[in-house]
């Protein structure tokens, strides 16, 4: 479910530069990593707002949420709206970016599997009934 086309960036780019590219890619995030892709911080729509000179790291928010690709989806869909989460960074057990889930994505797909159980529920109950 996460995205893997997130754009990146590192914390001693420029904000002006960066929008420019996140923006032109058609997204509104952008994860800020290191070299080997740990994540150290997160670039929301309001961040990219901000002064064009402004170095990454003082405009980033540090430390973001993040999730292992092992976590249900459905436990993800349910943080991401209490906390008002527009997106999160999935990464490893290292804190490598796996890619950026969004919550449109995780809410979209916990349905899905909730109206696919509640059918499968109601197909088996069915069958016990008709049996």
């Not at 001693?12 to 740990?38: K, S």
């Not at 003082?58 to 092992?70: A, D, E, K, L």
């Amino acid at each position: 479910m996460a995205r893997k086309d997130v754009p990146t960036c590192a914390v001693d780019d420029r904000l002006g530069e960066v929008r420019e590219r996140v923006r032109g890619a058609g997204w509104d995030a952008c994860v800020v990593v290191n070299e080997e892709r740990i994540v150290f911080g997160l670039l929301r729509a309001h961040e990219l707002e901000g002064d064009a000179d402004a170095l990454i790291e003082t405009v980033m928010r540090p430390g973001p949420s993040t999730f292992r690709p092992q976590v249900a989806i459905v436990e993800m869909a349910e943080y991401m709206t209490e906390h008002d989460l527009a997106n999160a960074p999935i990464t490893t057990l290292e804190g490598r970016l796996v890619g950026l889930l969004l919550r449109e994505d995780a809410v979209r797909e916990a349905l899905r599997l909730h109206e696919a159980m509640h059918h499968a529920y109601e197909e088996h109950e069915g069958g016990k009934r008709d049996g």
